[in-house]
């Protein structure tokens, strides 16, 4: 009894009398004596004993020992005990599952920074060129679950945790999502973060420290709302500051002309960014890269001390308040001219801070052999543009190299083009960024003259080159002053300035070589490249479905696939037989039922791990046509009503799933996410039909929540208007476990095809080469709706499914042209072959043996959608990097 130690007995009165004498106690005195007569390690003994009695193991006999390295859970859970008293987060009496959440990521963070700082010195010795990976946004998911393991640690920390009275999987609920990011494109970019690491590649990666993210998603009668998301509301445990790594960031300003005739950005404000570093760990390596995120600050003698103590504490503040705008949230709202500005400073801000991140460690390496020399940068420093994000890398590295170096023109162009590599992810007019250029001028002056002169340069080239291009031009200069508002394009300034420019999906790169870009091709035939992006196997099956990895470990008779995931091609000589595929179903049943525990706790809805989970999640966009999933599901409900309980019994039961986030300001978005929410509540309190079909809305889907639907998924829908995806990378995720894809030949949907076979993806719609021509007839007057689409549209406004107003969102689909009409996105044209594809579904669902043979094959056919391939794609054909392995 640890009570006995200090003439207590030890039971909850006593530990209330303590914390009462605690309350009481000042702080300092308290401390003093509990330093005196080891009191605090006591009471965090006696803490631990009665917050984990009921788990059966106390902790209270596990020392409270530093031991970072430790590989023995007896070890681990000394460690983790150490944290918890001597680099407390709370105080000393409870350790309950937060408390043991971060002193277990404190005591996995010792192992990390160990690694870090070996890589980094490494990296010092060797000096290789190196990647750099900039990108607004990075959605990193669950960072302890990853972490323990690529460290290959998970069961020695299971372990010590249960000697400590916890359990893994509970402790690992406690960490929130690092609201970093959004959608596809930040997934893709910490995918490839954790394949720069398994690949013994030198990397970083650069983002913003968001502290509200983009927002959390509540779920209420109204349809969506947003509040910030809280993931900083404590801290990380992941970061570490990096007090001496700070730049300034200036803006506003003017120009300066100096005497030497250089010119010198001067005035304006001036923001501090400082460095926090997230720790990338390879996949059993040693190599650990960094994500370094960037925060915003002014300094102390930005504060006005005298206006504060003459009570205008607003204005004081000034530049610590406009600091603090800058990192808040991802993707403010631009509807006006702050919300522009601030848009555009976060993106300078990025930018800036990261190229005198970068300037400034190849001037310190190559300082230490004598004189730099700029003309080594391109071979030491690659810069990826991960979209027209961070495109104002391309000017400031200008600015940086002329004003702050001494460089002429041609020198640090040449640097520039040489460094600079941009990746495409869109054919999207509305994403294909354009800057106003009296906003540029405003925010940015020595950038716009920047701007202006390669935009001079260029026009002045391809009139002396090819002059056949002039009627062009007009489209493919960086400048378009043929507007009410001027602006500048940046996607044109990307592809003018960088040595190369990629697509994500072969669909996608041929559609911008024939169509996006195509006069840019003409001039510079090998500047464009394909590369189709993957994803990390590790958090996408490994950890995530640790039953299918168990299997598929068995039946390859190796666990390499984890790194090379070609091998997974081995599955398809296994796909008849009857012991794996009763493995098989089961491994799924387990993650059904993870998902219908899940489902049930954050909606209250009860599922039905016997139907056929139907999910599609991603952001809600009417080019993605949740719609186009909704009405389908609308008519199958009205027909479930109009059947007799004998013909319901001979139908396949269906749960479907819909998640995701509209964007605060996306009003028919928004109305998509309402109309689910009303259809799910109709559908399932009707007892003639709840057995047979529910709907339900997963609110709040980031990475974690993916992490419980994917496995559990039986089928996922990635229905976008052909030609409009840039690649998608869900698709691959619910591939590679195992789920069949009801889709069209949008993106990566082809590649899956080809990879998988045609006999085991549900194909519809129209293809990318036939939507042009399908809006035309749209816009004349041709189309005939199918009388199943008008009935689905009918039905909704008969008031079945509320009093809500519909009306604009289902205008969207009608008449043949005008603002907001004309349905642009094809849901009408595609509804007749999309329920088709759907009745094929439930056929195939009701052979079980066909299907689980069909979803086997799916994930054999998987090997070539990892983020593994696509990064060493990118170091070989654009990065020009190798590998440099921690020895």
């Known amino acids: 009894m640890v009570g006995g130690d200090l003439g207590l007995p030890c039971n909850s009165w006593t530990l209330d009398l303590i914390l009462t004498g605690y309350r009481l106690v000042s702080g300092f005195i308290f401390s003093e004596l509990a330093l005196q007569f080891g009191f605090y390690s006591k009471l965090s003994d006696m803490s631990m004993e009665v917050t984990t009695k009921s788990n059966g193991n106390t902790g209270a006999d596990v020392p409270a020992i530093a031991q970072p390295l430790g590989e023995e859970p007896t070890e681990i859970a000394s460690n983790i005990k150490y944290h918890s008293h001597f680099n407390p987060h709370f105080s000393p009496f409870k350790f309950e599952p937060e408390q043991a959440y971060y002193a277990t990521a404190d005591s996995v963070r010792d192992r990390l920074i160990k690694q870090w700082n070996d890589t980094y010195l490494h990296f010092d010795k060797v000096n290789p060129k190196q990647t750099y990976y900039l990108s607004m946004e990075y959605l990193q998911g669950r960072a302890l679950t990853n972490a323990i393991g690529n460290l290959d640690i998970h069961d020695a920390y299971a372990d010590a945790l249960k000697k400590l009275g916890h359990e893994l999987e509970e402790v690992v609920e406690q960490e929130k999502d690092a609201a970093l990011g959004n959608g596809g494109l930040g997934r893709l970019a910490s995918c490839f973060l954790d394949s720069m690491a398994t690949l013994n590649l030198p990397a970083w990666g650069y983002g913003l420290r968001y502290k509200y993210g983009l927002f959390k998603q509540l779920i209420t009668k109204a349809g969506q709302e947003e509040v910030p998301e809280d993931w900083l509301e404590k801290f990380s445990p992941w970061e570490v500051v990096r007090h001496d790594v700070v730049f300034p960031v200036r803006f506003f300003g003017h120009v300066e002309v100096l005497s030497s005739d250089s010119r010198k950005w001067v005035g304006g404000e001036v923001i501090q960014a400082v460095a926090y570093d997230v720790p990338i760990p390879g996949y059993k390596t040693k190599n650990t890269n960094s994500l370094r995120l960037w925060e915003a600050k002014a300094s102390s003698e930005d504060f006005n001390l005298f206006l504060f103590n003459d009570g205008e504490y607003e204005s004081a503040a000034q530049l610590h308040s406009r600091a603090h705008q800058i990192c808040a949230v991802l993707y403010p709202g631009d509807s006006t001219e702050n919300g522009k500005l601030l848009r555009l400073k976060q993106q300078f801000f990025l930018c800036s801070a990261s190229l005198q991140d970068i300037i400034a460690r190849f001037k310190e390496r190559e300082d230490g052999k004598g004189d730099h020399q700029w003309s080594e940068f391109p071979k030491k420093v690659a810069i990826q543009l991960n979209d027209t994000h961070p495109t104002l890398t391309i000017?400031?590295?200008?600015?940086?190299?002329?004003?702050?170096?001494?460089?002429?023109?041609?020198?640090?162009?040449?640097?520039?083009?040489?460094?600079?590599?941009?990746?495409?992810?869109?054919?999207?007019?509305?994403?294909?960024?354009?800057w106003s250029q009296a906003v540029m001028w405003k925010l940015l002056p020595r950038h716009m003259e920047i701007i202006e002169e390669i935009d001079k340069r260029?026009?002045?080239?391809?009139?002396?080159?090819?002059?056949?291009?002039?009627?062009?031009?007009?489209?493919?200069?960086?400048?378009?002053?043929?507007?009410?508002?001027?602006?500048?394009?940046?996607?044109?300034?990307?592809?003018?300035?960088?040595?190369?420019?990629?697509?994500?999906?072969?669909?996608?790169?041929?559609i911008l070589k024939a169509e996006l870009f195509a006069d840019y091709v003409s001039v510079w035939p090998t500047k464009f490249q394909n590369k189709t992006n993957g994803i990390t196997p590790r958090r996408w099956i490994r950890f995530c479905s640790p039953e299918l990895s168990q299997i598929i470990t068995k039946w390859l008779k190796t666990d390499q696939w984890v790194t090379n995931l070609e091998l997974l091609a081995n599955l398809r000589e296994f796909a008849d037989n009857a012991e794996l595929h009763a493995e098989w179903e089961s491994a799924k049943m387990a993650n059904k039922q993870r998902l219908a525990q899940y489902i049930l706790r954050v909606t209250g809805v009860s599922i039905d791990p016997n139907t056929l989970f139907d999910i599609q999640v991603k952001r809600i966009h009417?080019?993605?046509?949740?719609?186009?999933?909704?009405?389908?599901?609308?008519?199958?409900?009205?027909?479930?009503?109009?059947?007799?309980?004998?013909e319901r019994k001979n139908t396949t039961p269906r749960t479907v799933m819909i998640g995701g986030k509209a964007f605060a300001t996306y009003t028919n978005a928004k109305r998509i996410v309402k109309l689910v929410t009303d259809v799910g509540d109709v559908v399932n309190s009707d007892p003639e039909v709840n057995n047979y079909l529910k709907v339900v809305f997963v609110p709040n889907y980031n990475v974690s929540v993916a992490e419980t639907l994917i496995p559990g998924s039986e089928l996922s829908q990635h229905i976008s208007t052909a030609g409009m995806e840039a690649s998608g990378t869900s698709n691959m995720k619910f591939a590679l476990n195992g789920c069949l894809i009801v889709g069209t030949l949008d993106g990566a949907n082809v590649e899956i095809r080809e990879e998988i076979g045609e006999d085991n993806f549900f194909l519809f719609g129209a293809t990318a080469d036939e939507v042009p021509?399908?809006?035309?007839?749209?816009?004349?007057?041709?189309?005939?709706?199918?009388?199943?689409?008008?009935?689905?549209?009918?039905?909704i406004r008969s008031g079945a499914f509320g009093t809500y107003d519909y009306n604009p969102l289902l205008e969207s689909l009608e008449g043949n042209s005008g603002y907001g009409r004309g349905d642009y996105f094809l849901v009408g044209h595609d509804f007749p072959s999309y329920m088709d594809a759907q009745a094929r579904v439930d056929e195939a669902y009701k052979d079980r043996q066909r299907w689980i043979k069909m979803t086997i094959l799916s994930t054999s056919g998987s090997g070539k959608f990892s983020s593994d391939r696509t990064i060493s794609q990118y170091a070989k054909d654009i990065w020009k990097i190798e590998e440099c392995r921690v020895p």
């Open 773 to 795: 021509r399908l809006r035309k007839e749209r816009e004349n007057g041709l189309f005939k709706p199918d009388p199943r689409f008008e009935e689905a549209k009918q039905f």
């Open 395 to 434: 000017p400031e590295l200008m600015r940086l190299l002329m004003d702050d170096e001494g460089l002429g023109w041609d020198e640090a162009w040449n640097i520039t083009t040489r460094t600079i590599a941009y990746t495409n992810h869109t054919v999207l007019p509305e994403a294909l960024e354009k």
């Open 622 to 646: 009417e080019y993605k046509r949740q719609l186009l999933n909704v009405l389908g599901v609308i008519y199958r409900y009205k027909k479930l009503k109009e059947m007799s309980p004998q």
């Open 458 to 510: 260029f026009v002045a080239t391809i009139m002396s080159e090819r002059p056949d291009l002039e009627n062009k031009m007009p489209s493919m200069r960086i400048l378009d002053h043929d507007t009410p508002k001027p602006v500048v394009r940046m996607a044109n300034l990307c592809v003018v300035s960088s040595h190369t420019v990629n697509g994500v999906a072969q669909l996608h790169s041929d």
